[in-house]
């Protein structure tokens, strides 16, 4: 029964994860976050881990609510 019910909530978040990924690039399309500064590391947090780490130099983190 456990397993059951732990294979249906990973089914369930793998699903719903899938819609989110169109309406992540929809909503990027009407904000026109396309054009960021070409220094910057925009939508990619390993990157710009990796980076602050190569460099040096702390990292600063965005969170953004979008109404």
């Not at 029964?1 to 909530?9: A, E, F």
């Not at 089914?11 to 009407?30: F, Y």
């Not at 947090?45 to 040096?56: P, T």
């Amino acid at each position: 029964m456990r397993v059951r019910w732990q294979l249906g909530l990973a089914v369930w978040v793998l699903a719903a994860c899938v819609p989110a990924a169109s309406a992540q690039d929809d909503l990027k399309k009407n904000l026109k976050d396309n054009n960021v500064a070409e220094h910057w590391i925009y939508d990619d947090i390993a990157a710009g881990f990796a980076e602050a780490r190569a460099s040096g130099k702390p990292l600063l983190i965005t969170f953004r609510c979008v109404p």
